[in-house]
């Protein structure tokens, strides 16, 4: 890790870019906070978090005709700008809680650079849960997928199953019908554990089949996804589900493995708050589905983002958490970049590199400003309005039906896998 002394300096560090970590912002902006957030990049989920991979949300208050997930994300960037939250656009890589002031570390490996904050506030929320199969992982990109607004294109007209009884799985099979000629809810249990009003909505929707009291034994095919081995939970028997694409949504875990050993986490890796928004950890906060497992709404984790943001605010003016005793060490100093940060080679112009996306990929976004923030051009391909490159892509990569998909200079790099497309670019 970077020396503590390294890096900037300010009021709030906000881990985590869903809505606890935007609001969060907003609130801690307008407090007259010197505020910085760290949007993520590929560990511990999407930067934007879960609503980014949710094709349409209608229970957010202020939007009667509904918004769509990563639309309501990108509103609420604007407005954290907007009052002037400075953003770090990668991964937080670890933190020392330990002292003050409280630090975050942000960077390449060993060449992180540190954060120093009075406040943090932990919106680091959770993650999708896979199957954990063998043949789960081996197919992934392959038909196996978690994202049917990603991916959900490559399977016009085709029959998919999704898995899982809760509204993610509702929400996915329905947007799903849009491609799908046939899409089959498989669930352990008889009885669903969606909203009434995603169930009934479901239920209504004849391109939807069930597939109720059944659990998933292994995912088949050699090459790409070919069908389900599904077990009847009563009887025990197994037979087979025919199916071309496999969208798993059983459930989220926290993505908390970066404060372990720095706060308090209960049995299964939730931030315990231990009075409103506070940790274990004076001038740590926390807010949304890193702490709640009950709930787990787009407006109640931002509901906790104002609540953590105005427990800092007073966290720091001394108001309630009288231990306080961090003293300003003098003016902000803005931290700079590595120097070797870029792993790609200086001479651009000779490599190129298209990227094939989909409208409202969020591994896309992510890419995107990857190879910005590399200074890498390229040349984007939208594969819902460009008639065969689905087919193409599929074709030319070897069974993949995912996005993003990426050609360098003939080199197919498959999703967005930092480190394989860093070594493409350095050979490209």
């Known amino acids: ?27 801690a902006a307008r407090a007259n906070l010197k505020t910085l957030l760290f949007t993520g990049l590929q560990a511990g989920g999407l930067p934007g978090g879960q609503l980014m991979l949710t094709s349409e949300i209608e229970n957010y208050p202020g939007f009667p005709e509904g918004i769509l997930g990563p639309e309501l994300m990108a509103q609420m960037r604007r407005q954290a700008l907007r009052f002037g939250v400075e953003l770090v656009e990668d991964d937080v890589t670890g933190v020392d809680f330990s002292r003050r002031p409280l630090t975050a570390f942000a960077g390449q490996p060993g060449e992180e650079v540190a954060y120093h904050g009075k406040a943090v506030v932990i919106a680091t929320g959770a993650s999708a849960m896979w199957l954990d199969l063998p043949s789960e992982e081996r197919l992934r990109g392959r038909g196996v997928s978690s994202c049917a607004t990603c991916d959900g294109f490559f399977f016009r007209d085709r029959e998919v199953a999704v898995i899982g009884g809760g ?16 899409v089959t809810v498989v669930h352990r249990r008889d009885t669903l554990r969606a909203s009434k009003i995603m169930q009934d909505r479901a239920r209504q929707n004849p391109t939807i089949a069930w597939a109720l009291n059944r659990e998933v034994v292994e995912i088949l095919g050699a090459e790409r996804v070919e069908g389900l081995l599904l077990r009847d939970t009563a009887t025990g028997q197994t037979s087979p589900l025919w199916v071309e694409g496999i969208f798993v949504a059983i459930g989220h875990r926290p993505n908390t493995e970066l404060f372990r050993g720095q706060v308090a986490l209960d049995a299964a890796g939730y931030v315990l708050a231990t009075h409103h928004t506070a940790t274990s950890v004076p001038g740590v906060f926390v807010a949304g589905d890193v702490r709640d497992r009950r709930y787990r709404q787009a407006v109640t984790a931002a509901a906790e983002g104002c609540m953590a943001a105005l427990d800092a605010e007073e966290f720091i003016a001394g108001e309630i958490w009288t231990d306080w005793s961090f003293e ?58 460009t008639p065969g490159a689905a087919e193409q892509v599929e074709a030319w990569s070897g069974g993949y039906r ?27």
């Not at 020396?3 to 912002?25: H, K, M, Q």
């Not at 996005?403 to 490209?428: E, H, M, W, Y």
């Open 1 to 27: 890790m970077a020396e503590r002394s390294n890096g900037a300096r300010y009021d709030v560090l906000i881990i985590g870019s869903g809505p606890a970590g935007w609001t969060a912002a907003v609130y």
């Open 167 to 182: 509204d993610t799985a509702l929400e996915e099979a329905i947007y799903l019908t849009r491609q799908a000629r046939k």
């Open 328 to 385: 300003d060490e003098g003016p902000v100093v803005p931290a700079a970049r590595p120097a070797h940060s870029d792993p790609a080679p200086a001479n651009h112009a000779s490599r190129r590199v298209v990227m094939y996306t989909t409208s409202w990929c969020p591994d896309c976004d992510v890419a995107k400003k990857y190879l910005a923030r590399l200074g890498v051009a390229y040349h984007e391909i939208d594969i819902e309005h």
């Open 402 to 428: 995912t996005v993003p998909t990426f050609d360098i200079n003939g080199q197919i790099v498959v999703d967005f896998n930092r480190r394989a497309l860093d070594r493409a670019l350095s050979v490209a």
